[in-house]
């Protein structure tokens, strides 16, 4: 008989929480199902033959480098280039403000390593990414949501006032996942004025910022205060997501921090998929590729669009974002998207259910669907599908 670990398991162990999107997920594994689970980049927007390219150069310039460790804050020539791209944009910002994670994943969990004690409070969007509520949980903090038009000084003086002001705000401004909102110029502001009055931190988690189809991108809410605003950043999203590479972009002494818990967790990341990403960008490869992908995702976004009109029955309501890799989808009050997905999954479609995105327990009526990822083909016949499945849970 296998040991009893829960003797063992320490109170942090205890208060994870397995991702209800890795399990969903494993149910839609089967070929036959189209999924519009995961939050997957298209593959054919990996530069697969520039980077055979890169590999072979630099395994022939530097072959000893690059299969050596590296150091935890990561590739010189990489961090340079992250800050370029930030200086572009006008942010004063340099290598010191700069270290190479796991990519995002891995920083959440740092960020909630250094900052949160047993029951210290965060504050992050209803709905919210599941994986930035799971770290937060892994070390036992507790997740309070905000709507995205709720007043931010009326939560968090409730908190306080309670004794449970927030350690941090978690915010993902542009094309947020699940919803697909981007914070307005206003919002932002609302968000660090109140950061300030009550003096919290705001971790700005931003994969998605620069995949915008159309209208005006917003300033980061890092560049409105970088004192006391953490970014997040990575390539999962524009380029390849597996080379796990992401970045923090914080003051020095924050770094200093995150630096101090990384080498702790895996002393640093993969020198190799750091110098290979460095060779891209100065090649300036990079811009060119997103281009590509963005119009490659906009197009899917309005096929998406396009097919759910087509196909979904009167009463269900989704978001059409500027940007990102989901679509938000209501159902009418009082349907479950659970039992949606046991009829989708027989009629071989696949998505998130949106509960598990709200840290109150709320949302059973909504779903999310990711567009980057399967081809046009298999979108229209998908979504076809879902809307057969959702008929039949609204005729019930
Ligand atoms: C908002 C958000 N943050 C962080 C991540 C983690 O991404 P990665 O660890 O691949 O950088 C994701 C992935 O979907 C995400 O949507």
Redesign the pocket.
């Known amino acids: 008989m296998a040991l009893d670990l829960t003797p063992f398991l320490s109170n942090n162990a205890k208060s994870m929480r397995r991702s209800a999107i890795r399990d969903l997920l494993n149910v839609a594994n089967k070929p036959e199902i189209i999924s519009f689970g995961g939050?997957f980049p298209n593959v054919l927007t990996f530069p697969v033959d520039d980077l055979k390219q890169i590999m072979a150069e630099l395994m022939d310039e530097m072959p000893g480098k690059l299969l050596q460790y590296g150091s935890t804050e990561g590739s010189v020539a990489l961090r340079k280039q992250i800050a370029k791209r930030y200086q572009k944009d006008g942010v004063n910002v340099g290598i010191e403000n700069i270290i190479i994670t796991t990519?995002?994943?891995?920083a959440?969990d740092l960020l909630s390593r250094v900052f949160l004690n047993p029951g210290d409070t965060v504050l992050c969007g209803l709905p919210s990414?599941l994986?930035?509520l799971q770290a937060f949980w892994s070390y036992q903090g507790m997740p309070i949501g905000i709507k995205h038009d709720e007043e931010a000084e009326a939560v968090v003086s409730a908190l306080c006032a309670i004794g449970k002001k927030p350690k941090f705000i978690y915010a993902?401004p542009d094309f947020?996942?699940p919803s697909g909102v981007t914070m307005s110029l206003e919002r932002r502001k609302e968000i660090l004025a109140v950061a300030k009055k009550y003096d919290i931190l705001v971790i700005e988690?931003s994969?998605?910022k620069e995949i915008r189809f159309e209208g005006e991108s917003q300033p980061t809410m890092y560049s409105l205060d970088p004192e006391r605003v953490i970014l997040?950043g990575?390539?999962?999203?524009t380029f390849v997501?597996g080379f796990?590479l992401?970045w923090v972009l914080a003051s020095p002494e924050v770094i200093d921090r995150i630096n101090v818990a990384k080498q702790s967790a895996d002393l640093c990341t993969p020198i190799f998929s750091q110098e290979v990403a460095a060779r891209y960008m100065e090649k300036d490869l990079y811009d060119k590729n997103l281009a590509k992908t963005i119009d490659m995702y906009r197009q899917k976004r309005d096929l998406m669009h396009e097919c759910l009109t087509k196909y979904m029955p009167e009463g269900v309501t989704w978001t059409r974002p500027e940007g990102g890799l989901f679509l938000f989808v209501t159902l009418p009050e009082g349907y479950d998207s659970k039992e949606l997905f046991e009829i989708a999954i027989k009629e071989n479609v696949a998505f998130v259910i949106g509960e598990v995105f709200y840290c109150n327990g709320k949302g059973q009526n909504t779903f999310r669907l990711n567009f980057s990822y399967v081809s046009d083909e298999d979108m229209i016949e998908g979504v076809k599908r879902l809307g057969k499945a959702t008929a039949q849970l609204l005729s019930k």
């Open positions: 939050g990519a995002s994943q891995q959440l990414y994986g930035a993902i947020q996942n988690d994969p998605y997040l990575t390539f999962s999203k997501p796990r992401g």
